[in-house]
């Protein structure tokens, strides 16, 4: 994902609806959804009990395969295996690293194959999956040009899919997406720290896709955290197939909790990264893959987590992840026969949170879900003062899947 490309892939030819036609569109529709809101029916509790569960996982690729099978069956749902998983989520939210645009077939470029798109109909299997939120913030959101991008905030508009992080508009791009949940207000900014296409800040793209710049943020931080009842912030960035979170990732995570918000989820790497405390709120430096085709040489690009936040007003969030495999770019649950799976996940998030400052690694739920928790004040101490460690042993038995040899 990291690689620079000709800047030639910029020019990719389109058709039909031109792209001011195209802005305009996506521009009266954004005033229709500002002025309703995007709302998710409230469920029978007293105002002082009010709580929404919020359900986040990794990178979700419409393209390459995926996006042959969606053209060929209208009615296909990748996300099929772990419906059960966040079946209890008020709200479904993942990344999506793949533009949805119509492209007459293509769902990766001739010229590159780095460059891939979902069709429209994406935006449909996003729906009928129940996920009601993405981040559109990241280093594909340009993977077509300004055509691809705002066909895909048209076709999110079109069936009511909430998305932050990009943006007919500069401002557009930096603001939240607010969801309204059982009488609470959650607001989602979502920004990238990575890009593929040269320089960002000498890029057109710039002027719509939102960058992770704490000083561009911290204002509306601030206005989010006084208008809404909880903050959440989507970061795109790190290096890909890295265990550990860089500086500059860890450095934006702990700036955007102290700035007012109640959590960061990360993306970006493929693979999963630790589970960190600030103030006791969780910071997810990366959710590793979900409908993303894995690599062989990376076996942990063929196992992720769902992680599920309950936020209740006056109350520290209740956390639990939930392990998956994913088989070509399909991920399940795991189930009670997968016992050795479930060790080595256990495992393998405990040392990787470890470097992180720690996690406290809880009992199963009826959902198969582990409950975490900050670790306590003198462990947390001892783990904060622990060089990193080295590459975390890849023993987990992952499915047999479709590869691709080289990064994404």
């Not at 939210?93 to 460059?115: C, I, R, Y």
């Not at 996920?131 to 066909?151: F, K």
């Not at 405390?277 to 942990?300: A, C, E, H, M």
């Not at 400052?357 to 975490?372: M, N």
Request: proline share 6%; hydrophobic share 40%; glycine share 8%.
């Amino acid at each position: 994902m990291s690689a620079t490309w000709p800047l030639l892939l910029l020019c990719v030819a389109c058709t039909g609806t031109r792209p001011n036609e195209l802005a305009r569109s996506i521009a009266a529709g954004r005033a229709a959804r500002v002025a309703s809101q995007h709302s998710v029916p409230s469920q029978l509790a007293s105002p002082t009990d009010r709580s929404f569960v919020l359900a986040a996982a990794g990178d979700v690729n419409l393209g390459r395969a995926c996006g042959q099978r969606l053209l060929s069956d209208g009615s296909y749902d990748p996300w099929r295996g772990v419906a059960s998983l966040w079946a209890d989520a008020d709200v479904r939210f993942v990344n999506l690293e793949s533009v949805l645009s119509e492209q007459h077939g293509e769902t990766q470029s001739p010229h590159h194959p780095l460059v891939f798109t979902g069709p429209p109909s994406g935006a449909d299997a996003l729906e009928r999956a129940g996920i009601g939120l993405v981040s559109t913030a990241n280093n594909h959101a340009w993977d077509y040009a300004s055509r691809g991008l705002l066909e895909t905030l048209s076709n999110l508009d079109r069936v009511g899919v909430a998305h932050a992080g990009t943006g007919v508009a500069e401002a557009d791009a930096y603001r939240p997406a607010f969801v309204h949940v059982n009488g609470l207000t959650i607001a989602l900014f979502a920004v990238t720290q990575v890009w593929n296409l040269g320089v960002f800040a000498e890029e057109e793209a710039q002027h719509h896709v939102a960058w992770a710049d704490s000083a561009r943020l911290r204002e509306a931080l601030r206005r989010a955290r006084a208008g809404s009842d909880f903050v959440i912030v989507s970061y795109h960035g790190g290096e890909e197939y890295k265990y550990e979170p860089l500086p500059k990732t860890r450095a934006f995570a702990a700036e955007a909790l102290r700035l007012g918000a109640d959590a960061v989820i990360g993306h970006h790497p493929h693979v999963m990264q630790g589970v960190a405390w600030q103030d006791n709120k969780p910071i997810f430096y990366s959710l590793g893959n979900l409908v993303f085709d894995g690599r062989t040489d990376y076996p942990w690009t063929r196992a992720a987590f769902i992680s599920k936040l309950r936020f209740r007003r006056g109350r520290a969030a209740e956390v639990t992840v939930c392990p998956l495999l994913i088989d070509g770019y399909e991920p399940r649950s795991l189930t009670d026969k997968d016992q050795a799976p479930r060790q080595e996940f256990e495992r393998h998030l405990r040392e990787l949170s470890d470097t992180v400052g720690g996690t406290s690694i809880g009992a199963v739920d009826a959902f198969g879900c582990y409950a975490l928790t900050p670790p306590d004040g003198a462990r947390a101490t001892r783990l904060r003062d622990r060089l990193p460690v080295g590459p975390v042993s890849a023993e987990f038995v992952a499915p047999r899947s479709r590869t691709i040899p080289r990064a994404d």
